[in-house]
Nanobody
Framework: QVQFVESGGDLVQPGGSLRLSCTASINIFNIGPMGWFRRAPGQQRELVASIRSGGVTNYAASVKGRFTISRIATKNTMTLQMDSLIPEDTAVYYC???????????WGQGTQVTVSS
């Protein structure tokens, strides 16, 4: 079974930046579209950014222009660069394949991001 380990979450002030990393137990180059998801307190988990073959990316409207997703296949790693953070970005962030996410399967522990002054 594939395992994803998320890291990089922290407490940061509004306007600050964080870089999240997701390390997979297998090569992620051919695993299919992958994404970063988040769950804020009291809310459902949502997709914030995805990346698929050819490096094509998509972003939720709420993070477009502030977040950047990338995939480093040689290191089995996917990252999420988050800039201009706002309190509404506070959530637990997870990585997963888009397919497994739709099936609600294979979630890791996630990493906590808190944006607060």
């Amino acid at each position: 079974q594939v395992q994803f380990v998320e890291s990089g979450g922290d407490l940061v002030q509004p306007g600050g930046s964080l870089r999240l990393s997701c390390t997979a137990s297998i090569n992620i180059f051919n695993i299919g579209p992958m994404g970063w998801f988040r769950r804020a307190p009291g809310q459902q988990r949502e997709l914030v950014a995805s990346i698929r073959s050819g490096g094509v990316t998509n972003y939720a409207a709420s993070v477009k222009g502030r977040f950047t997703i990338s995939r480093i296949a040689t290191k089995n790693t996917m990252t999420l660069q988050m800039d201009s953070l706002i309190p509404e970005d506070t959530a637990v962030y997870y990585c997963n394949t888009v397919t497994w996410a739709a099936l609600n399967q294979n979630w890791g522990q996630g990493t906590q991001v808190t944006v607060s002054s």
